[in-house]
Protein backbone atom coordinates (compact mmCIF):
# COMPACT_ATOMS: atom_id res chain seq x y z
CA UNK A 1 0.00 0.00 0.00
CA UNK A 2 2.60 2.32 1.02
CA UNK A 3 4.22 1.88 -2.67
CA UNK A 4 1.12 2.28 -4.59
CA UNK A 5 0.62 5.75 -2.98
CA UNK A 6 4.48 7.01 -2.81
CA UNK A 7 3.98 5.78 -7.06
CA UNK A 8 0.55 8.28 -7.21
CA UNK A 9 2.72 11.17 -5.20
CA UNK A 10 5.38 10.68 -7.43
CA UNK A 11 2.79 11.14 -10.64
CA UNK A 12 1.20 14.04 -8.70
CA UNK A 13 4.59 15.75 -8.59
CA UNK A 14 5.37 14.99 -11.13
CA UNK A 15 2.00 16.49 -13.17
CA UNK A 16 3.04 20.64 -12.02
CA UNK A 17 6.64 20.76 -11.96
CA UNK A 18 6.91 24.44 -10.85
CA UNK A 19 4.35 24.32 -7.93
CA UNK A 20 6.40 21.01 -7.22
CA UNK A 21 9.79 22.61 -7.29
CA UNK A 22 8.35 25.79 -5.53
CA UNK A 23 7.10 23.53 -2.25
CA UNK A 24 9.96 21.20 -2.16
CA UNK A 25 12.52 24.76 -2.32
CA UNK A 26 9.94 25.90 1.06
CA UNK A 27 11.05 22.74 2.98
CA UNK A 28 14.37 22.83 1.67
CA UNK A 29 15.12 26.50 2.83
CA UNK A 30 13.99 25.99 6.34
CA UNK A 31 16.18 22.60 6.63
CA UNK A 32 19.28 24.23 5.29
CA UNK A 33 19.19 26.69 8.14
CA UNK A 34 17.98 24.68 10.79
CA UNK A 35 20.43 21.98 10.29
CA UNK A 36 23.27 24.30 9.70
CA UNK A 37 22.62 26.14 12.88
CA UNK A 38 21.92 22.25 14.60
CA UNK A 39 25.48 21.46 13.17
CA UNK A 40 26.80 24.50 14.40
CA UNK A 41 25.94 23.74 17.76
CA UNK A 42 26.54 20.50 17.69
CA UNK A 43 30.08 21.08 16.88
CA UNK A 44 30.90 23.09 20.35
CA UNK A 45 28.32 20.67 22.07
CA UNK A 46 29.00 17.14 21.30
CA UNK A 47 31.22 14.90 23.69
CA UNK A 48 35.03 15.01 22.83
CA UNK A 49 35.38 11.51 24.44
CA UNK A 50 32.58 9.89 25.19
CA UNK A 51 34.06 6.73 25.87
CA UNK A 52 35.91 7.83 29.07
CA UNK A 53 33.99 11.42 29.89
CA UNK A 54 32.54 10.04 33.00
CA UNK A 55 35.72 8.98 34.66
CA UNK A 56 37.91 11.69 33.56
CA UNK A 57 37.58 14.17 36.25
CA UNK A 58 39.38 18.17 36.46
CA UNK A 59 40.66 18.56 40.18
CA UNK A 60 40.26 22.06 41.14
CA UNK A 61 41.04 23.72 44.85
CA UNK A 62 40.55 26.97 46.05
CA UNK A 63 43.41 28.27 46.98
CA UNK A 64 42.30 32.10 46.48
CA UNK A 65 43.23 35.20 48.66
CA UNK A 66 40.86 34.49 51.45
CA UNK A 67 39.85 38.65 51.26
CA UNK A 68 37.82 38.40 47.72
CA UNK A 69 36.59 35.54 45.54
CA UNK A 70 38.15 34.62 42.24
CA UNK A 71 36.94 36.61 39.46
CA UNK A 72 34.08 36.10 37.81
CA UNK A 73 30.38 35.61 37.40
CA UNK A 74 30.15 33.41 39.75
CA UNK A 75 31.85 33.54 43.32
CA UNK A 76 31.68 30.58 44.52
CA UNK A 77 33.85 29.12 41.38
CA UNK A 78 37.11 28.36 42.75
CA UNK A 79 40.38 29.34 40.23
CA UNK A 80 40.08 27.39 36.58
CA UNK A 81 44.00 26.01 37.49
CA UNK A 82 45.86 24.77 40.07
CA UNK A 83 49.42 26.24 41.41
CA UNK A 84 52.47 23.80 40.92
CA UNK A 85 52.71 23.23 44.43
CA UNK A 86 49.04 21.87 44.82
CA UNK A 87 50.35 20.02 41.45
CA UNK A 88 53.33 18.41 43.06
CA UNK A 89 51.00 17.47 46.58
CA UNK A 90 47.88 15.50 44.69
CA UNK A 91 50.30 13.66 42.64
CA UNK A 92 51.87 11.77 45.13
CA UNK A 93 47.96 9.92 45.63
CA UNK A 94 47.87 6.43 44.49
CA UNK A 95 43.53 6.77 44.32
CA UNK A 96 43.63 7.48 40.61
CA UNK A 97 44.38 4.85 38.12
CA UNK A 98 45.69 7.78 35.60
CA UNK A 99 46.43 11.94 36.46
CA UNK A 100 48.50 14.58 35.25
CA UNK A 101 49.34 17.98 35.41
CA UNK A 102 50.24 19.83 32.23
CA UNK A 103 50.71 23.19 30.75
CA UNK A 104 51.17 24.73 27.44
CA UNK A 105 54.60 27.06 26.36
CA UNK A 106 55.81 28.39 23.70
CA UNK A 107 59.43 26.84 22.32
CA UNK A 108 62.11 27.47 20.02
CA UNK A 109 62.14 24.12 17.18
CA UNK A 110 65.65 24.09 15.12
CA UNK A 111 64.84 21.55 12.66
CA UNK A 112 67.26 20.57 9.96
CA UNK A 113 68.84 23.64 7.92
CA UNK A 114 67.80 21.64 4.83
CA UNK A 115 64.39 21.52 5.81
CA UNK A 116 63.73 25.00 7.30
CA UNK A 117 64.87 27.76 10.17
CA UNK A 118 63.96 27.69 13.49
CA UNK A 119 60.40 28.91 14.53
CA UNK A 120 58.54 28.84 17.84
CA UNK A 121 55.79 26.21 18.41
CA UNK A 122 53.10 25.60 21.01
CA UNK A 123 54.84 23.00 23.43
CA UNK A 124 52.78 20.58 26.31
CA UNK A 125 54.64 19.68 29.07
CA UNK A 126 52.55 16.52 30.57
CA UNK A 127 52.82 13.00 32.05
CA UNK A 128 53.54 9.95 31.01
CA UNK A 129 49.96 9.41 31.47
CA UNK A 130 48.42 12.10 29.70
CA UNK A 131 48.33 9.65 26.06
CA UNK A 132 46.53 6.55 27.51
CA UNK A 133 44.16 8.77 29.76
CA UNK A 134 42.87 10.72 26.79
CA UNK A 135 43.25 7.90 24.19
CA UNK A 136 45.43 9.63 22.16
CA UNK A 137 46.28 7.68 19.56
CA UNK A 138 49.63 7.03 17.51
CA UNK A 139 50.82 6.38 13.98
CA UNK A 140 54.24 5.41 14.86
CA UNK A 141 55.43 4.59 18.29
CA UNK A 142 53.57 5.75 21.34
CA UNK A 143 54.50 8.12 24.55
CA UNK A 144 56.56 7.76 27.18
CA UNK A 145 56.83 5.64 30.18
CA UNK A 146 56.80 6.56 34.03
CA UNK A 147 60.60 6.28 34.14
CA UNK A 148 60.96 9.12 31.43
CA UNK A 149 58.54 11.60 33.62
CA UNK A 150 60.82 10.68 36.33
CA UNK A 151 64.66 11.33 34.60
CA UNK A 152 63.33 13.45 32.93
CA UNK A 153 64.48 11.79 29.69
CA UNK A 154 65.00 14.03 26.72
CA UNK A 155 62.11 12.45 24.60
CA UNK A 156 59.20 14.11 22.51
CA UNK A 157 56.11 13.05 20.83
CA UNK A 158 55.01 14.63 17.58
CA UNK A 159 51.59 15.43 16.07
CA UNK A 160 51.90 13.92 12.32
CA UNK A 161 51.71 17.86 11.22
CA UNK A 162 54.78 18.41 13.03
CA UNK A 163 55.79 14.95 11.98
CA UNK A 164 54.94 15.77 8.26
CA UNK A 165 57.49 19.35 8.68
CA UNK A 166 59.99 18.18 10.51
CA UNK A 167 60.61 14.24 8.34
CA UNK A 168 58.32 14.38 5.46
CA UNK A 169 55.85 12.02 7.39
CA UNK A 170 58.40 9.20 7.40
CA UNK A 171 58.98 7.22 10.75
CA UNK A 172 61.18 9.52 12.90
CA UNK A 173 60.86 7.14 16.41
CA UNK A 174 64.36 7.18 17.19
CA UNK A 175 64.93 10.49 15.21
CA UNK A 176 66.15 13.89 16.94
CA UNK A 177 64.03 17.51 17.70
CA UNK A 178 66.21 20.00 19.25
CA UNK A 179 63.91 22.30 21.39
CA UNK A 180 65.35 25.73 23.15
CA UNK A 181 69.35 24.29 23.92
CA UNK A 182 68.53 20.58 24.05
CA UNK A 183 67.78 17.76 22.13
CA UNK A 184 65.15 15.25 22.23
CA UNK A 185 64.71 11.52 20.69
CA UNK A 186 61.21 11.05 19.02
CA UNK A 187 59.20 7.98 20.76
CA UNK A 188 55.97 8.47 19.02
CA UNK A 189 53.73 10.16 16.30
CA UNK A 190 50.21 10.85 16.77
CA UNK A 191 47.95 9.95 14.21
CA UNK A 192 45.57 12.80 13.38
CA UNK A 193 44.29 13.07 16.88
CA UNK A 194 41.40 15.84 16.22
CA UNK A 195 38.68 15.99 19.39
CA UNK A 196 36.00 18.56 18.47
CA UNK A 197 37.03 20.91 21.29
CA UNK A 198 40.64 20.87 23.42
CA UNK A 199 38.39 19.40 26.34
CA UNK A 200 41.85 18.53 28.37
CA UNK A 201 42.73 22.68 28.31
CA UNK A 202 39.65 24.45 28.29
CA UNK A 203 41.28 27.34 29.65
CA UNK A 204 42.31 29.24 26.10
CA UNK A 205 41.42 28.85 22.95
CA UNK A 206 38.94 25.94 23.01
CA UNK A 207 38.30 25.31 19.53
CA UNK A 208 42.07 24.97 18.00
CA UNK A 209 43.94 22.11 17.52
CA UNK A 210 46.01 19.91 20.39
CA UNK A 211 49.43 21.23 20.61
CA UNK A 212 52.29 19.83 17.99
CA UNK A 213 54.82 18.96 20.41
CA UNK A 214 54.76 17.13 24.10
CA UNK A 215 58.01 16.59 26.22
CA UNK A 216 58.23 15.03 29.92
CA UNK A 217 56.62 17.61 32.35
CA UNK A 218 59.58 17.72 34.50
CA UNK A 219 61.81 19.43 32.06
CA UNK A 220 60.38 22.37 33.55
CA UNK A 221 63.22 23.20 36.33
CA UNK A 222 66.42 22.23 34.11
CA UNK A 223 64.94 24.47 31.37
CA UNK A 224 63.16 26.72 33.62
CA UNK A 225 60.14 26.49 30.91
CA UNK A 226 57.63 29.43 31.34
CA UNK A 227 53.83 28.84 30.24
CA UNK A 228 51.93 30.20 27.68
CA UNK A 229 48.59 29.92 28.59
CA UNK A 230 46.40 31.89 31.58
CA UNK A 231 47.87 32.53 34.96
CA UNK A 232 46.28 33.77 37.77
CA UNK A 233 47.93 34.84 40.65
CA UNK A 234 47.02 36.36 44.26
CA UNK A 235 50.10 35.98 46.32
CA UNK A 236 53.76 35.33 46.32
CA UNK A 237 56.22 33.08 47.72
CA UNK A 238 58.74 35.33 49.02
CA UNK A 239 61.75 33.91 47.31
CA UNK A 240 63.10 35.07 43.60
CA UNK A 241 63.38 34.26 39.94
CA UNK A 242 61.61 31.34 38.88
CA UNK A 243 61.72 29.47 41.88
CA UNK A 244 59.96 31.83 43.44
CA UNK A 245 57.34 31.75 40.88
CA UNK A 246 56.85 27.89 41.43
CA UNK A 247 56.35 28.23 45.17
CA UNK A 248 53.81 31.27 44.56
CA UNK A 249 50.29 31.04 44.73
CA UNK A 250 50.10 31.88 40.70
CA UNK A 251 47.48 29.36 39.25
CA UNK A 252 48.78 27.81 35.82
CA UNK A 253 48.81 24.07 35.90
CA UNK A 254 45.50 22.21 34.35
CA UNK A 255 45.32 18.89 36.64
CA UNK A 256 43.07 15.67 35.33
CA UNK A 257 42.48 12.41 36.91
CA UNK A 258 41.06 9.03 35.79
CA UNK A 259 39.08 7.29 38.60
CA UNK A 260 37.23 4.43 36.93
CA UNK A 261 34.24 4.34 38.97
CA UNK A 262 32.53 6.38 42.15
CA UNK A 263 34.14 4.47 44.80
CA UNK A 264 37.70 5.83 43.78
CA UNK A 265 36.15 9.17 43.25
CA UNK A 266 34.46 9.48 46.46
CA UNK A 267 37.88 8.13 47.88
CA UNK A 268 39.96 10.90 46.11
CA UNK A 269 37.38 13.75 47.15
CA UNK A 270 38.38 12.62 50.55
CA UNK A 271 42.39 12.77 49.63
CA UNK A 272 41.88 16.34 48.09
CA UNK A 273 39.71 17.30 51.43
CA UNK A 274 42.76 16.04 53.64
CA UNK A 275 45.56 17.66 51.94
CA UNK A 276 43.40 21.14 52.01
CA UNK A 277 42.69 21.03 55.64
CA UNK A 278 46.17 19.78 56.04
CA UNK A 279 47.77 22.88 53.97
CA UNK A 280 45.40 25.06 55.88
CA UNK A 281 47.00 24.17 59.05
CA UNK A 282 50.45 25.48 57.67
CA UNK A 283 48.66 29.24 56.22
CA UNK A 284 47.18 28.54 53.32
CA UNK A 285 43.72 28.07 51.83
CA UNK A 286 42.22 30.23 54.07
CA UNK A 287 39.01 30.40 51.93
CA UNK A 288 35.97 27.77 52.88
CA UNK A 289 36.76 23.84 51.95
CA UNK A 290 35.63 24.37 47.68
CA UNK A 291 37.22 21.90 45.52
CA UNK A 292 35.92 20.65 42.51
CA UNK A 293 35.84 17.34 40.76
CA UNK A 294 34.42 18.06 37.34
CA UNK A 295 33.54 15.53 34.61
CA UNK A 296 34.17 16.53 31.31
CA UNK A 297 30.74 17.80 30.42
CA UNK A 298 30.72 19.55 34.28
CA UNK A 299 33.83 21.03 33.22
CA UNK A 300 32.57 22.01 29.22
CA UNK A 301 29.11 23.67 30.78
CA UNK A 302 31.31 26.06 33.47
CA UNK A 303 33.66 26.91 31.24
CA UNK A 304 31.19 27.94 28.59
CA UNK A 305 32.49 25.94 25.84
CA UNK A 306 29.37 26.01 24.25
CA UNK A 307 28.02 30.13 22.69
CA UNK A 308 24.84 31.01 24.01
CA UNK A 309 24.41 32.72 20.28
CA UNK A 310 24.99 29.06 19.34
CA UNK A 311 21.61 27.90 21.16
CA UNK A 312 19.75 31.08 20.54
CA UNK A 313 19.78 30.77 16.47
CA UNK A 314 19.11 27.26 16.77
CA UNK A 315 16.12 28.48 18.73
CA UNK A 316 15.61 30.93 15.84
CA UNK A 317 16.20 28.67 12.95
CA UNK A 318 13.86 25.95 14.17
CA UNK A 319 10.68 28.67 13.94
CA UNK A 320 11.65 29.76 10.98
CA UNK A 321 11.40 25.80 10.12
CA UNK A 322 8.03 25.65 11.56
CA UNK A 323 6.82 29.14 9.53
CA UNK A 324 8.32 27.53 6.43
CA UNK A 325 6.05 24.89 6.92
CA UNK A 326 2.91 26.90 7.72
CA UNK A 327 3.65 28.98 4.43
CA UNK A 328 2.93 26.11 2.59
CA UNK A 329 -0.24 25.25 4.00
CA UNK A 330 -2.01 27.08 1.03
CA UNK A 331 -0.04 25.92 -1.52
CA UNK A 332 -0.50 22.09 -0.74
CA UNK A 333 -4.47 22.85 -0.14
CA UNK A 334 -5.12 24.78 -3.31
CA UNK A 335 -3.00 21.55 -5.23
CA UNK A 336 -5.14 19.13 -3.20
CA UNK A 337 -8.23 20.63 -3.35
CA UNK A 338 -7.40 20.94 -7.31
CA UNK A 339 -7.47 17.08 -7.40
CA UNK A 340 -11.33 16.77 -5.97
CA UNK A 341 -12.68 15.08 -9.12
CA UNK A 342 -10.03 12.25 -8.79
CA UNK A 343 -10.70 11.86 -4.56
CA UNK A 344 -14.39 11.75 -5.61
CA UNK A 345 -14.01 8.66 -8.07
CA UNK A 346 -11.60 6.88 -5.54
CA UNK A 347 -13.88 7.51 -3.03
CA UNK A 348 -16.84 6.61 -5.14
CA UNK A 349 -15.06 2.92 -6.02
CA UNK A 350 -14.65 2.22 -1.99
CA UNK A 351 -11.35 3.99 -0.72
CA UNK A 352 -12.14 5.33 2.82
CA UNK A 353 -11.53 8.79 4.22
CA UNK A 354 -8.41 6.78 5.85
CA UNK A 355 -6.76 5.96 2.39
CA UNK A 356 -7.05 9.42 1.03
CA UNK A 357 -5.40 11.02 3.95
CA UNK A 358 -2.97 8.42 3.92
CA UNK A 359 -2.21 8.96 0.35
CA UNK A 360 -1.92 12.71 0.73
CA UNK A 361 0.41 12.98 3.97
CA UNK A 362 2.67 10.05 2.22
CA UNK A 363 3.20 12.68 -0.94
CA UNK A 364 3.61 15.48 1.42
CA UNK A 365 6.35 13.04 3.37
CA UNK A 366 7.91 12.69 -0.08
CA UNK A 367 8.03 16.32 -0.69
CA UNK A 368 9.63 16.84 2.60
CA UNK A 369 12.18 14.02 2.09
CA UNK A 370 13.14 16.00 -1.34
CA UNK A 371 13.35 19.06 0.25
CA UNK A 372 15.29 17.50 3.11
CA UNK A 373 18.18 16.19 0.68
CA UNK A 374 18.52 19.44 -0.97
CA UNK A 375 18.57 21.26 2.60
CA UNK A 376 21.41 18.68 3.44
CA UNK A 377 23.20 19.87 0.52
CA UNK A 378 22.56 23.73 1.34
CA UNK A 379 23.54 23.13 4.79
CA UNK A 380 26.47 21.26 3.49
CA UNK A 381 27.98 23.97 1.25
CA UNK A 382 27.24 26.87 4.56
CA UNK A 383 29.36 24.56 7.00
CA UNK A 384 32.26 23.96 4.16
CA UNK A 385 32.45 28.36 4.47
CA UNK A 386 32.42 28.68 8.07
CA UNK A 387 35.03 26.48 7.48
CA UNK A 388 36.95 28.05 5.29
CA UNK A 389 36.73 30.99 7.15
CA UNK A 390 37.62 28.98 10.79
CA UNK A 391 41.10 27.89 8.59
CA UNK A 392 41.75 31.53 7.62
CA UNK A 393 41.53 32.42 11.36
CA UNK A 394 42.41 29.52 13.74
CA UNK A 395 44.09 27.39 11.07
CA UNK A 396 41.31 24.98 11.62
CA UNK A 397 39.07 23.40 8.58
CA UNK A 398 37.27 20.68 9.99
CA UNK A 399 35.46 22.58 13.07
CA UNK A 400 32.13 21.73 11.60
CA UNK A 401 30.53 18.25 9.87
CA UNK A 402 27.66 16.88 9.51
CA UNK A 403 27.98 13.47 11.03
CA UNK A 404 25.37 10.58 11.59
CA UNK A 405 23.25 12.42 14.17
CA UNK A 406 22.62 15.49 12.37
CA UNK A 407 21.94 13.60 8.96
CA UNK A 408 19.31 12.12 11.66
CA UNK A 409 18.37 15.32 12.78
CA UNK A 410 17.80 16.89 9.53
CA UNK A 411 15.64 13.73 8.72
CA UNK A 412 13.58 13.64 11.13
CA UNK A 413 12.94 17.43 10.64
CA UNK A 414 12.36 17.29 7.52
CA UNK A 415 9.33 14.84 8.10
CA UNK A 416 7.87 16.99 10.96
CA UNK A 417 8.03 19.73 8.79
CA UNK A 418 5.84 17.33 6.00
CA UNK A 419 3.40 16.82 8.71
CA UNK A 420 2.97 20.48 9.76
CA UNK A 421 2.49 22.02 6.27
CA UNK A 422 0.42 18.66 5.21
CA UNK A 423 -2.34 17.50 7.53
CA UNK A 424 -4.72 20.24 7.40
CA UNK A 425 -4.85 20.08 3.34
CA UNK A 426 -5.13 16.37 3.63
CA UNK A 427 -7.70 16.42 6.61
CA UNK A 428 -9.49 18.91 4.15
CA UNK A 429 -9.24 16.38 0.91
CA UNK A 430 -10.52 13.63 2.67
CA UNK A 431 -13.15 15.44 4.05
CA UNK A 432 -14.72 16.25 0.25
CA UNK A 433 -18.09 14.96 -0.41
CA UNK A 434 -17.84 12.78 -3.39
CA UNK A 435 -21.43 13.02 -4.82
CA UNK A 436 -20.34 16.63 -5.70
CA UNK A 437 -17.36 15.64 -8.10
CA UNK A 438 -19.26 12.88 -9.98
CA UNK A 439 -22.20 15.15 -10.74
CA UNK A 440 -19.79 17.75 -12.46
Known amino acids: MLL ?186 LAGWRPNVRFYDLTQNQIATPENIYIPFNFLRPMQIRTNGNTDGWGTSGAPGFEGFLQSETCWVQFWAELPNEKSAAAYRDFLTAYVLEQKKMGRFQRPLNNRLSTVSEMMADAGVVPKQATAMLIVSLLFLAVCAVNLVGLLLGKFLARGGEVGVRRALGASRADIFLQHIVECELIAVLGGLVGILLSLGALAGMNAWLKTTMARGDFFKLDLSMILLSVGLSLAAGFIAGVYPAWRTCRLAPAMHLKV
Open 4 to 189: HNLRIAWKSLRRNITLSILIVSGIALGIAVSTTFAAFRHAFSKDPIPQKSDVLRYVRLDSWDPLKPYPGDDPTRPPTQITFRDMQGIMKSTIPLRQSGMFVSNMYVYPDPKVGRPFRELTRLCFSDFFPMFDVPFRYGSGWDRKADAGPDPVVVLSSEMNQKLFGGKNSVGRTVRLADRDFRVVGV
